[in-house]
């Protein structure tokens, strides 16, 4: 269970990635609403970081058998905050829903914040094991 | 005989009787003093600042005194206003979530730790969205907002710091 939920913060995550990757090199895609325009260049490159920091500083210490529960406890406050204020404030205009892959990411995201939480409780007891 | 003295050694002393048979540890102002004492002077006041800035913060929210101040005011779109008070909630929430840990004594430190990044973020995307919206003359209101920011980080990290050292003590 523990390794699927890894497997699946990491799907999630290469997702972001590809997608924001995609927004970036590809001028044609047009964000869901007027806010969206606005909002969308300050927010997305920001937590795309916090994604590919997180990604690596993870798997370093995963390869190097350092312990990683205090850095997913942290990255999980991040990952929820950031779904609050999406779907509380910015009304997921973050995403660009017509695109198959943001499709993705829309669709993964609530299973991607069940796994990471369960990574997050899950990893105390594999840094002391 | 030598049983008898066993038997007088394994039988629980009275404070621990006591102990034992006092109230479950609920949440209490007075157990969040009680684990407030157990920590530094330092630790204590900064907590004690903390609560106060979020006092000033309602006071200065609901008299519209910071209103002009907030990004919301410099860009004038409902998200902004929306995206700052989200992110009071959550801090609120933070905080809350911190006095239960201080108050059961529990994962204290892991909890500022996680606290702080996430007011690390909130600093640099907020930095970030307040730079592009504010009028290029109003420079010191951006660096009022991000003092603010900072300060409060700053009192995070202080409490990080404390925490840790009491941790280390022996």
Partial sequence: ?129 | MSEHKLHDELRPSDEEINALLAEPYTFSFQSIRASLNKRSKLFKYTWITLMAITALYLMGWFTGLIKPFMAAGASGLEADYQLHQIRFLLAFIMLAVGAVALNYDYYMRETLIASAWVQFYFLVTGIARYARTVPDDSYQLLAAYAGNLVFILFLLLILIVEEHKLQQRP
Avoid at chain 1, 47 to 58: H, K, Q
């Fill in chain 1, 1 to 129: 269970m523990y390794r699927l939920s890894v497997f699946l913060c990491f799907f999630f995550a290469s997702l972001v990635i590809a997608l924001f990757t995609l927004i970036v090199s590809d001028d044609t895609f047009t964000p869901g609403s007027d806010n969206a325009a606005i909002l969308v260049q300050d927010l997305t490159s920001l937590r795309a970081w916090v994604v590919v920091i997180g990604l690596v500083v993870f798997s370093w210490n995963a390869a190097t058998k350092k312990p990683n529960a205090l850095l997913v406890t942290v990255l999980t406050a991040l990952a929820w905050v950031m779904f609050l204020e999406d779907y509380m404030v910015l009304d997921s205009v973050l995403f660009i829903a017509n695109h198959p892959l943001a499709q993705a990411v829309i669709i993964t995201r609530p299973v991607f914040l069940v796994a990471l939480t369960y990574v997050a409780f899950k990893q105390w007891e594999v840094d002391l094991s």
